[in-house]
């Protein structure tokens, strides 16, 4: 069978790439106003997360329903829907008149919206590749680590000179300006029908790993929900860790936007690793290094040693995420991508969001990070557990 890759597959995913980076400045530019939002509302610091708490839940829930209905419409009327509301959402935030109003617009339209720039996206990619498919994978699921890099300190810039409401409608225009004529390349529909299994999705997963298509997509939210909880200790806690060594915030967040750096190229090196060893291998590859590099956060606390940590965590990490959307599409019919992809990676989000929480309530328990850290490896170990499981059924009804 010829290969369906073509020139167009790589300039469409560069695209992709850039849709995703500019539609996923909702996850970030949240969480650099929420000092200036606090302030402007009289709120206390909780209360003041609420809008980005409800930013994430409007990607997980937006993310399963667009990708649902990209497998019927496909990905380029559900991204212009998803941009106009996303930047209609941030120019209208900018006239809330309390933190609630504020919350629940950033929920239903920034995080609604901006949902269709990530796991949908990254859905749409997987299907113009055949023989770099998990290269591809990972670099348009590389566009929100990418966002995390260059949209806070932008944002930040922005906040400084004109405020968060004006920076809320300056992001808002920026967006709607960039992202539909963007969204032109992605206009084509692909053939889904040589882009993967073309059994039932019954036959197929049965056949593969000796369960039945809800019974494997459960056990792969899961396992995301457990990976990301993990995850989510580092990447949400660490400037407040780096602060309560005495470090201060901003160490933190230069280990930080280090973490995310090497994410990027970790998602690089694990998509070449996929396309050669397959999703799954790479999925228990990189939770058991990222178990590891968890680990590493325990006796080393000096600022340089907690710099190395955390690049080696980022290492070990970011090609996680994607290598669901790698295992959805070795396991599943290419016409159910959308919404498969979607909930598999929404769960890894609905993780990150719990973990995060949970670190943070067992910190003020504990007194202590150590303890969080400790339950994050818990739950890493949980994660390798049902990959590895689901693994070796794989291995062993492929007679390997």
Known sequence: MPSIQTPYSWFRLAVSMLLGTIGCVGMWSLVVALPAVQADFGAARADASLPYTLTIVGFMFGGIAVGRLSDRFGIFPLLVLGTVLMGGGYILSAYAPGLFAFAVICGVTIGVGGAASFAPLVADVSLWFDRHRGLAISLAAAGSYVAGAIWPPVVQYFLAEYGWRRTHIGIGIFCLATMLPLALVLLRRPDVAGTGPSAGADADTRRTVGLGPNATQALLAFAGLC???????????????????????????????LMLGFGVASRLIFGSVMDRIGAMPTLL??????????????????????????????LSQGGIVPAYAGIVRELFPAREAGFRVSFAISATLAGMAFGGWLAGAIYDWAGTYAAALVNGIVWNFANMAVVAWLLLRKRRLAGI
């Open 227 to 257: 990976c990301c909880v993990a995850m989510a200790m580092p990447q949400v806690h660490l400037v407040a860790y780096c602060a309560d060594l005495g470090y201060g915030p901003a160490r933190g967040a230069e280990m930080l936007a």
């Open 285 to 314: 590859l990189g939770s058991t290094l990222q178990a590891f590099a968890l680990a590493l956060y325990l006796p080393f606390d000096g600022l340089v040693s907690l710099y190395i940590v955390s690049a080696i965590f980022g």
